[in-house]
């Protein structure tokens, strides 16, 4: 989120209004011409009357402190300082003087001097809106922030209607985590200033951070009403569509920006952090490349290019990016936390920790980095002086719903490698509390959705639709509920030297949504399958194939392992009739439980509440059984209990459903040297575990009401009862 967060100190001078001409003889005349100059803008003309004077009369102290606000207007804050202490030794009992002494110095950073001014300035001549304000302005930026909050609440009491005044106070509450007082302050600088962008942009912000999110929609459009072209107001509008799940209207707004402002470095940090966020990774690249040309000295830009390679899967570039970010700003806390993340996705666990520790070492309060940390490695009783860290700094209480979030998340995985599971449970309760309370499962909308692909893709769309698509074999499609082992399966046949993992790609969804626009009339995906004819899927497998070119050009078969594909298997079944997809299954309640503990990057909003959770199951098991009646497909199912069980038998059936010969180098694929940007990029680089099978039972007490929802029950094997377990393939051709 981004917004301008502070407003300086404001002089008094204002050539003339606050000091009142005294001369009496013959300067008088030259003074008033050098005064309407100087309010004119005439600045040159303007200082040389000022001179003028002065040569006359060295001592002329009216004219010493307009001459020294007319150096300040031009940027030489030395000499304004120099002459407006002349003017004070001629007459030290003027109070706009010292203001305009203060302003002066505050502007250079004499932040001390400026304060003595101040508080002259109020010796001499009692309380001052304009002056409580600078000096709030100048504890503010002295780190003085209770005494900075006294001043402001002052010059509000003296002038209840300045916005400025109102913006800088909710400014500073927003820094300190007070964001309900800093929204009604913000509040008060919108109403008295209806042409303020910063201040709508800042409360929008605000707003974000508390989870009220349709607000801050409305926030921000006031901005943009105000300023159309504010790159900033843009992205953050962008930022929060995306939290609320609105993806295309997200995409909209960038679209918009980049079209207008190509390669646009104004705004490049919050540009590409929101394309990055959108898998816009190509303009991502572009606008931190364009902004490190323009200064390579910044260390943002390649801290920004660093997570964009990142996404690119270029390992080496990003790692390159963040240390450079790192060199020229070693105390940025941010990118250390960032190299961590890409260290741990190429496997290097040492280096990542070793980064997670400098980024708390340098701000304790970076709790994606206590959150990265938690998922690193396994914690036991050994580590409690850490947890107890963790544990102290939600105690503080100045933390933004994410930074809490983040910190329970962490002391849950940390509490759960301890084995006391009552303790973890309270910690994944919380953060799931908090986050629940920005993004929620809108469970009706997600039964239509889940109607609308069954309506959609009949028997007979698919007899009508035979024949059409490409005839690669090539791709592999690894589906399911995120958490069931997808990571897992792609790592076993990602092992396979003749087998690229592309990991989770959007691609699948994205040509979802633009095969939407090609559908005649106004339907939208999947109601619009009917009605789009054979060019625009015969683009949609094009597009595909063309993408896995530009990820790898030598594999047999890659993989795309996004989870959430299962909505789109009927799609890519049209698209793609050669293709293989292998379906995870797993134990209803574990997989239910391992999405409510595990904090996603984007999206899954369904996994911050069991019984939104239990609700998405239910939908995603109705359009399984859906695809193994209509898909004119095989699909192999493999069982997460099966898999950890007897993971030879299962690898190599997996292999033979890819059509490739076996190769050892599967059974060992915790030991293969591969890119996983998922969050269990930790536990595919161990040997199998088998804890967590039937994991749910540690918590057993605790989701009644879950397994209540899921109508769960168990066989006498203590299996779920979803089905038999040991069937691994199944035909699904009609």
């Given at each position: 989120m981004t917004g301008k967060t502070q407003r300086t100190g404001r002089t008094q001078g204002n050539v003339g209004r606050q000091v009142r001409v005294s001369t009496t003889d013959d300067s008088t005349q030259l003074l008033e011409m050098a005064v309407g100059l100087h309010r004119a803008g005439e600045l040159a003309r303007a200082r040389a009357l000022y001179e003028q004077i002065i040569e006359r009369d060295p001592g002329h102290a009216d004219a010493l402190q307009f001459l020294g606000l007319a150096c300040f207007q031009g940027g030489d804050g030395e000499q304004a300082v120099a002459l407006i202490r002349r003017a004070i030794a001629q007459k030290p009992r003027v109070a706009p003087y010292h203001d305009n002494l203060g302003s002066v110095l505050e502007s250079t950073g004499a932040l001390d001097e400026a304060l003595d001014a101040y508080l002259e300035a109020t010796r001499l001549s009692g309380e001052d809106a304009e002056r409580s304000f600078n000096m709030g302005v100048v504890l503010n930026r002295l780190g003085r922030h209770v005494e900075a909050e006294m001043a402001y609440r002052k010059a509000i009491d003296l002038a209840p209607g300045d916005g400025g005044f109102h913006y800088n106070l909710a400014n500073l509450l927003k820094a300190e985590g007070r964001l309900e007082e800093a929204v009604g302050h913000y509040q008060h600088a919108v109403d008295s200033e209806q042409e303020s962008a910063d201040a709508r942009n800042n409360l929008g912000n605000t707003l974000q951070a508390l989870g009220r999110l349709d607000e801050a929609i409305l926030a921000y459009s006031g901005a943009l009403k105000v300023r159309p072209n504010d790159i900033n107001a843009h992205c953050n509008l962008a930022n929060v569509l995306l939290d609320?799940?609105?993806?295309?209207?997200?995409?909209?707004?960038?679209?918009?920006?980049?079209?207008?402002?190509?390669?646009?470095?104004?705004?490049?940090?919050?540009?590409s952090k929101v394309c990055i966020r959108l898998h816009r990774t190509s303009a991502a690249i572009g606008i931190c490349r364009k902004a490190i040309a323009e200064d390579a000295d910044v260390a943002d830009p390649h801290c920004n290019l660093g997570l964009a390679l990142r996404q690119a899967r270029d390992i080496p570039g990003a790692i390159e990016a963040l240390q450079t970010a790192i060199r020229i700003n070693p105390a940025f806390a941010e990118a250390?936390?960032?190299?961590?993340?890409?260290?741990?996705?190429?496997?290097?666990?040492?280096?990542?920790?070793?980064?997670?520790?400098?980024?708390?070492?340098?701000?304790?309060?970076?709790?994606?980095?206590?959150?990265?940390?938690?998922?690193?490695?396994?914690?036991?009783?050994?580590?409690?002086?850490?947890?107890?860290?963790?544990?102290?700094?939600?105690?503080?209480?100045?933390?933004?719903?994410?930074?809490?979030?983040?910190?329970?998340?962490?002391?849950?995985?940390?509490?759960d490698d301890c084995a006391a599971y009552d303790k973890a449970f309270e910690h994944f309760r919380e953060a799931n509390r908090y986050k629940s309370q920005h993004v929620r499962l809108d469970a009706e909308h997600d039964r239509r959705w889940v109607a609308k692909f069954l309506e959609a893709f009949t028997p007979a769309y698919f007899g009508s639709h035979a024949g059409l698509g490409d005839p690669s074999e090539r791709q592999v499609f690894i589906v399911g509920m995120p958490r069931s082992g997808t990571t897992l399966v792609e790592q076993i046949l990602a092992s396979h030297p003749q087998v690229y993992g592309a990991d989770e790609l959007t691609t699948i969804a994205d040509i979802a949504y633009t095969v939407e626009k090609r559908g005649t009339g106004t339907a939208k995906y999947p109601e619009n399958i009917p009605s789009l004819d054979d060019s625009a899927l015969q683009w949609g497998a094009r597009h595909y194939l063309d993408h896995l070119q530009t990820i790898d050009t030598q594999a047999v078969r890659v993989t795309d392992k996004m989870p959430s594909n299962f909505f789109h298997l009927g799609l890519i079944a049209v698209m793609l009739p050669r293709v293989r997809i292998i379906h995870c299954r797993r134990d209803a309640m574990d997989v239910c439980l391992s999405n409510f503990v595990q904090k996603f990057a984007e999206g899954h909003h369904y996994s911050y509440d069991l019984s939104d959770t239990a609700t998405y199951y239910r939908g995603y098991e109705q359009v399984m059984a859906h695809w193994r009646q209509v898909l004119p497909i095989q699909m192999f199912e493999v069982q997460y209990e099966e898999l950890v069980e007897d993971q030879e038998r299962i690898s190599r059936a997996l292999i033979d459903y890819i059509d490739l010969d076996w190769d050892d180098r599967c059974l060992t694929f915790h030991e293969t040297k591969r890119t996983v940007r998922t969050a269990s990029n930790w536990q595919v680089r161990q040997p199998i575990f088998k804890t967590a099978r039937k994991r749910w039972k540690n918590y057993e007490k605790h989701l009644a009401g879950l397994r209540t929802e899921l109508g769960y029950v168990e066989d006498a094997q203590g299996r779920a009862g979803t089905g038999s377990l040991s069937e691994i393939k199944r035909n699904l051709t009609p």
């Open positions: 609320l799940n609105r993806w295309n209207e997200a995409d909209d707004v960038i679209e918009q920006v980049i079209a207008e402002n190509p390669l646009h470095v104004a705004a490049h940090s919050a540009l250390h936390n960032s190299l961590g993340i890409v260290y741990m996705d190429g496997g290097d666990t040492v280096h990542a920790l070793e980064c997670f520790r400098e980024a708390l070492k340098l701000d304790p309060k970076v709790a994606a980095a206590w959150l990265n940390m938690s998922r690193a490695r396994r914690f036991s009783e050994q580590d409690l002086p850490e947890i107890s860290r963790i544990e102290g700094l939600l105690e503080e209480g100045d933390l933004p719903d994410e930074g809490r979030i983040n910190l329970h998340f962490a002391l849950g995985k940390m509490f």
